[in-house]
C-alpha cells in the first residue's frame, strides 16, 4: 500500500518535472545523473537519456569571464555537501559546442527532512543568453546615452576650442575603450588636417607628427563623403593601399575616422585608434562616432564664431575708444590753442590802445596803421571765440527738451535787428514746428545761419529771407531761404568745413567756422544739414532736426 | 606799491602773465584807483601771502579788500587758492573776482561753485579792460560795504 503510493506519486512527480519549462537535473548521493527532464536535455542540446549514469562532472561549467570552475564548485556537487546554491550563473559548451549563457540553482534532496539523510540533489537551470546579450546591449546603449549626454553638455559648456578637444578626446576614448582619440582639424592654409592638443594617447611634443595630407583625404574621401565612419583595420585582408598607408602613418592596429562637416564644409576629423590588435571596432562605436561628430563639428564651429565675434566687437571697442580719444584729443587741443591765443592778443590790442592814448598827436598815416593792427586783432579774436565755440559743440552733450523754434528764431532775428534794417531787409517767418534738442545751440545754429545770409546778400537787391517748416515722420525741416549771391553746388560740401570759404574778405567778412560750427550742432542733435543755392541768385539752407515724440508732448502738456 | 603799505582797501593781484599785469595795473591806473596794490605771480605766492606765511611770515596783519584772481596759474592751480580762500573763517570775506581768458573757464568757475563773488572774462580790447576794472574798483572798493576784518 505505501509502495503503492510512493510509486503513485512518484508518477505524478515525473509529470510535474517533464513539463517544466526549465531544465531540471537529479543526481544521486554520489553525483551520477539519474535523470534530466526534456527541457533540460534540449537545453543541453543532448540526445535523450544520453548522459544518464555519467558523472555530474560531465557538465562542467564555467564562470562569465571564459574560466573552468573548480569540480567542488559545480552546483549539483555543492548541493552534495548539504548547500542551497540560488540563481548563479555560468557559461556552458553545449554538445554541439556552442556556449550559452544559463542561470542554475541547485538544492540537495534528503530521504526524510528531519533525519539529514542525503540522498541525492537537483539542479534547475535555464537559458539566459538572449536576455543577458538583450541587458548588456541596453546597458551599452545607456553607457553611450551617458557619453553623448556628458560630451553635449561639456562641449556646449566649453567656450575655447581646445577645451572642446580636450572634452571630446577623453570621453570618447573611454566610451570606446580605445587607447588613441585625437581630433585632426583642417589647415586652409596648406589644406593640411593636423592633430590637435590635446589629444588622448599622443604626447603633446609628438602630435606635431600626426598630419593627414588633404589628397591622402581625398583618397578615402568615398567613404568619408558618407554619414558613416571609415574603419580601417591591419588584419583586413582586402585593405586598401591607401588605408594601410594611413594605419601605419599612425603606428596604429586599427581606426575609425569620421568627419566633422560644418555648414557644408568638412573642418576636420575624429579619430580614435587602437595599438594592439586584440581591440577592435564594433558597430556600436561605429554607431557612437556617427552620433557624436555632427555635435563636436557644431560645438567647434560654436566656439569659432564666439571667438570671432568676440574679437570683432573687442576690435570694434578699440575702435571707438581710440575716435572717441581722437576727438577728445582734438577739442581739447582746439581749445587749448584758441584759448592761449588769446592772451597774446590782448597784450597786443592792449598796448597798442596804451600806445595811441600815449601819442595823441601821431600822423595820420601811423594811425592808420594802428587802426589795421586793431582792427586784424578784432578778426582773430572772433575767429577764436568762433573755435572755442566749434570745440564746446564737440564736447558739450546737446539737452533734449522741446525747443519753440519760432521763438529761438526771433531772438537770433533780434540779435541782428540793426543790420537788416540797415540793408532794407524783408524777413518772412513762417510758423515753425517745434523742435527737440538744445535751445542754446540751436540759437547758434539760427544766428549763424541768417548772419550768413546777411553778409552774402546781393548788393543790387534789397535782403529777403523766408523761413519755414514742416514736420514728416519724427523730423522737422526747417527751410533759411535767401536771395543773395548763392554759390556753387560744386562747392557744397567744402562750405560745411573748417576754414573753407568760398568768398573773400572783401566779398564778406567771416571766420570759415560759422557753417561748420552749424553742422557740428546739428549733427550732434542727430540731425542733417544741406544747402541748395544758384550763384547769384541765392541759397537755401535745409536744417532737419528731431521731432518732439509724442510721449514729451503728452509729458509736457501733463 | 609794497603789500605792508599802510594805506587800507589793498588790492591783490594774482596774475602770472606780466603783459596782463602792466595792462590791468594801467587800467587801474588810468580810473586813478589809488589803491595800493599787491601783484603776487603764482598760486603759491598767493597763498603765502594770504596766510602770512613763508616769505611773507613777517609781513603786517592787514589783509587785501579785494583779490583779483587768475585761474591759470604756476604752481598752485588759481582753482585751489580760490577753495583755500573760501575755507578760511576770515580770508573767505574778502571779495574775490575770477579773472579768466576765456567764457570756457567761466563755465568751469560756475561748475566748481567755489564761491566766487564775481568772475569776469578778461576783454581783448583794452577800453573793455577798463570799463571792466572800473567796473570792479567801484563796486567792490566803493559801492560794497566792507566785512568787518
Known amino acids: ?558 | 606799491m609794497r603789500g605792508d603799505s599802510a594805506l587800507p582797501l589793498a588790492i591783490v593781484l594774482v596774475e602770472d602773465n606780466p603783459d596782463d599785469e602792466e595792462l590791468t595795473l594801467a587800467a587801474l591806473e588810468e580810473y586813478r584807483l589809488r589803491n595800493p596794490v599787491v601783484v603776487l605771480r603764482d598760486g603759491q605766492e598767493a597763498i603765502d601771502y594770504l596766510f602770512r606765511q613763508g616769505a611773507y611770515a613777517q609781513r603786517s596783519a592787514e589783509q587785501p579788500h579785494l583779490i583779483l584772481l587768475d585761474l591759470k596759474l604756476p604752481k598752485v592751480d588759481g582753482l585751489e587758492v580760490l577753495r583755500m580762500i573760501k575755507a578760511d573763517p576770515l580770508l573767505r570775506r574778502i571779495p574775490v573776482v575770477v579773472l579768466t581768458s576765456s567764457r570756457e573757464e567761466a563755465d568751469v568757475i560756475t561748475g566748481y561753485d567755489l564761491g566766487a563773488n564775481s568772475y569776469i572774462v578778461k576783454p581783448i580790447d583794452f577800453e573793455q579792460l577798463m570799463t571792466t576794472v572800473r567796473t570792479i574798483g567801484s563796486y567792490w572798493l566803493i559801492v560794497n560795504e566792507q566785512p568787518p576784518v
Open chain 1, 1 to 558: 500500500m505505501l509502495v503503492l503510493a510512493l510509486s503513485h506519486q512518484a508518477a505524478q512527480l515525473q509529470t510535474v518535472v517533464e513539463s517544466f519549462p526549465d531544465g531540471i537535473m537529479i543526481v544521486d548521493h554520489v553525483g551520477t545523473i539519474i535523470h534530466v527532464n526534456a527541457a533540460g536535455q534540449e537545453l543541453l542540446g543532448d540526445r535523450p537519456s544520453k548522459h544518464i549514469q555519467e558523472h555530474v562532472w560531465r557538465y562542467h561549467p564555467h564562470t562569465l569571464d571564459g574560466d573552468p570552475i573548480p569540480a567542488q564548485d559545480i552546483p549539483l556537487a555543492r548541493a552534495l555537501r548539504g548547500e542551497r546554491v540560488v540563481d548563479h550563473e555560468y557559461l556552458l559548451q553545449r554538445s554541439d559546442g556552442t556556449i550559452i549563457h544559463v542561470n542554475m540553482s541547485a538544492n540537495p534532496v534528503y530521504a526524510h527532512e528531519q533525519d539529514g539523510n542525503l540522498i541525492g540533489a537537483v539542479s534547475i537551470f535555464r537559458d539566459v543568453t538572449e536576455q543577458r546579450q538583450q541587458e548588456a546591449e541596453q546597458a551599452q546603449r545607456l553607457r553611450e546615452l551617458e557619453g553623448l549626454r556628458e560630451i553635449a553638455q561639456a562641449t556646449a559648456l566649453a567656450r575655447k576650442e581646445p577645451a572642446i578637444y580636450g572634452v571630446l578626446v577623453v570621453r570618447l576614448a573611454r566610451l570606446l575603450q580605445t587607447n588613441l582619440c585625437v581630433l585632426f582639424m583642417r589647415d586652409d592654409q596648406d589644406d593640411m588636417f593636423k592633430a590637435r592638443a590635446p589629444a588622448y594617447g599622443i604626447d603633446e611634443t609628438a602630435i606635431t607628427r600626426y598630419v593627414l595630407a588633404l589628397e591622402l583625404v581625398n583618397q578615402v574621401r568615398l567613404l568619408v563623403e558618407t554619414d558613416r565612419p571609415l574603419v580601417l583595420d591591419e588584419r583586413d585582408s582586402e585593405i586598401s593601399e591607401v588605408h594601410g598607408q594611413i594605419l601605419r602613418s599612425f603606428g596604429v592596429q586599427n581606426a575609425i575616422l569620421v568627419r566633422l562637416e560644418a555648414r557644408g564644409r568638412i573642418i576636420g576629423l575624429i579619430a580614435a585608434a587602437n595599438k594592439c590588435d586584440n581591440q577592435r571596432f564594433t558597430e556600436s562605436d561605429v554607431r557612437l562616432l556617427q552620433t557624436v561628430a555632427p555635435q563636436a563639428a557644431l560645438a567647434i564651429e560654436n566656439s569659432r564664431l564666439y571667438t570671432q565675434a568676440r574679437h570683432i566687437s573687442a576690435q570694434a571697442q578699440v575702435q571707438a575708444r581710440h575716435l572717441a580719444r581722437i576727438n577728445d584729443e582734438l577739442d581739447a587741443f582746439t581749445y587749448s590753442v584758441s584759448h592761449d591765443l588769446r592772451a597774446p592778443l590782448r597784450a597786443i590790442n592792449g598796448f597798442t590802445q596804451l600806445l595811441e592814448r600815449s601819442l595823441p598827436d601821431i600822423p595820420e598815416r601811423a594811425r592808420h596803421q594802428l587802426t589795421r593792427i586793431r582792427v586784424n586783432v578784432e578778426k582773430m579774436s572772433s575767429l577764436i571765440d568762433a573755435l572755442l565755440a566749434f570745440s564746446r559743440a564737440g564736447r558739450h552733450v546737446p539737452e533734449q527738451a522741446i525747443i519753440d523754434t519760432t521763438a529761438i528764431m526771433r531772438d537770433a532775428l533780434h540779435l541782428y535787428a540793426q543790420d537788416l534794417l540797415n540793408c532794407q531787409a524783408q524777413v518772412v517767418v513762417h510758423d515753425l514746428p517745434s523742435v527737440l534738442g538744445d535751445g542754446r545751440l540751436l540759437e547758434q545754429v539760427f544766428t549763424n545761419l541768417i548772419s550768413n545770409a546777411i553778409r552774402y546778400r546781393r548788393k543790387e537787391e534789397p535782403l529777403r529771407i523766408t523761413i519755414s517748416g514742416t514736420q514728416t515722420s519724427g523730423m522737422v525741416l526747417l527751410v533759411i531761404r535767401d536771395n543773395g549771391s548763392g554759390f556753387d553746388m560744386r562747392y557744397h560740401d567744402k562750405i560745411f568745413q573748417v576754414f573753407q570759404r568760398l568768398h573773400t574778405d572783401e566779398v564778406a567778412q567771416g571766420t570759415g567756422i560759422g557753417l561748420a560750427l552749424v553742422r557740428k550742432i546739428v549733427e550732434r542733435h542727430g540731425g542733417r544739414i544741406w544747402a541748395e543755392a544758384t550763384p547769384g541768385k541765392g541759397a537755401a539752407f535745409f536744417v532737419e532736426l528731431p521731432a518732439p515724440g509724442q510721449s514729451q508732448e503728452n509729458q509736457d502738456e501733463g
